[in-house]
């Protein structure tokens, strides 16, 4: 697939756009945090930069970042909502004179699609994930998401995937990985302290080796696929700390918890719940792992465990081996292989102080090409070029077409 690629270099002049993201809520999720942080990026060049959604915990990130939130019920899903927003989505963007308005999930993109169709604002989205079709009619719900004058992949693998399940022209796919905070995942700015509380929270014996994976304990991230590896390293000195909350996934957490107990690895692996300081998590262990069973679609924790200096085993798919050098900064094994996981564990574990300090090196440095300024910069390169497109100027027929037919249909079959 030919698809624009964008990097971190990429920058922009601002010229006092006007912006509109829509999304959901703002709760906490790496879809959230590039929001917010896109916003502030676009504010503090001198845009106009809005943001809607139905609200939640960043809201308040949001306007300090000089930005501004409209309260819309953006993640109401029902036919009748999906209109209703569109015509609030519309009358915003005459009220504010929207530009561009760019979407980030596929409930909220039916409206705004509508909504800028309707205005001629000029319409963009960002594709975050697979999203999971078994129907024809997902694969019509999720189609939204390619339906913008320019579309943001978050990664290769992604612009791939929507090559592969959906029409859509190459020429429009802008790559823009998402960006991890190097001033947060900073080795040189956590003080030992930090270290000291986790690891009494965790009860962690002095002096053995920590493997760690980060992640909410849901079964596609792999925690059960790497307590099976663990098992074949029992003989080893080591403990393993889960961080991640269930998130209400009770009847999997007491599956995890019956499975290391049967294994009798109840003393090497600990559930260590959600973390509220997760960059000195990553600085406490000896092994970060990412071992989902399904791909990520771009997987900031390898970008995270690089940035901190930190050994890394991922599974081989996804948008993780976009990111890594396999053998220098991680090990790359089979996805949902037991024994290759532990065989990754085992090469991690075994790094003497000289290689991990050399990997240490190349794993900060590589991570400086996956940077949160890097992907704004590089997302507002794409405001830039959307604006250099104009304005879409239709005629009464055309607008009662799309009103009347095409769009009414599409809302009210999905």
């Not at 009619?137 to 939204?144: E, M, P």
Request: hydrophobic letters at 40%; aromatic letters at 6%; glycine letters at 8%.
């Amino acid at each position: 697939m030919q698809a624009n690629d964008i990097t971190g270099d990429a920058t922009a002049e601002g010229r006092g756009r006007v912006v509109l993201q829509v999304l959901p809520r703002l709760e906490t999720g790496g879809v959230e945090r590039g929001t917010v942080d896109v916003a502030a990026a676009a504010a503090a060049r001198g845009d106009t930069s809005l943001v809607a959604s139905a609200g939640g915990p960043l809201t308040y990130q949001v306007e300090r970042a000089g930005a501004e939130h409209v309260t819309l019920p953006l993640h109401r899903k029902d036919p009748w909502s999906l209109w209703r927003n569109a015509a609030l989505l519309e009358a915003l963007i005459r009220e504010r004179g929207v530009e561009i308005v760019h979407v980030r999930s596929r409930a909220p993109a039916w409206s705004a699609w509508l909504a800028a169709r309707r205005t001629g604002a000029r319409f963009l989205t960002t594709f975050h994930g697979t999203y999971n079709f078994r129907s024809g009619l997902k694969r019509r719900y999720n189609a939204v998401m390619t339906k913008g004058d320019l579309v943001i992949a978050i990664s290769h693998f992604i612009a791939r995937h929507m090559q592969e399940n959906y029409e859509i022209d190459p020429a429009r796919v802008r790559v823009v990985p998402r960006g991890t905070d190097l001033a947060l995942f900073d080795p040189s700015r956590i003080h030992p302290d930090r270290l000291a509380k986790l690891a009494q929270r965790w009860r962690l014996p002095d002096g053995v080796p920590m493997i760690m994976l980060p992640g909410r304990l849901t079964r596609w991230k792999g925690q059960a696929l790497l307590v099976e590896a663990l098992m074949r390293l029992r003989e080893r000195d080591f403990v393993c700390v889960l961080v991640g909350s269930d998130q209400g996934r009770s009847g999997y957490r007491e599956e995890l918890e019956k499975l290391i107990g049967d294994l009798g690895l109840g003393r090497k692996v600990i559930l260590g719940g959600d973390c509220n300081d997760i960059a000195a998590a990553y600085m406490l262990c000896d092994v970060v792992v990412s071992a989902s069973t399904d791909p990520e679609a771009f997987g900031r924790v390898a970008s995270e465990a690089q940035a901190m200096g930190r050994p890394l085993v991922a599974a081989d798919h996804g948008g993780v081996p976009e990111q890594v050098l396999d053998g220098e900064t991680a090990c790359l094994v089979r996805p949902g292989d037991a024994a290759d996981l532990a065989r990754g564990l085992t090469w991690a574990l075994d790094l003497d102080t000289q290689a991990r300090e050399r990997l240490a090196r190349t794993a900060r440095a590589q991570a400086r090409k996956f940077t949160r300024e890097g992907m704004c910069a590089s997302t507002l390169a794409v405001y830039d070029e959307l604006a250099a497109l104009g304005a879409q100027v239709r005629t009464p027929e055309q607008m009662s077409r799309i009103d009347t037919a095409g769009a009414q249909r599409s809302l009210t079959e999905l």
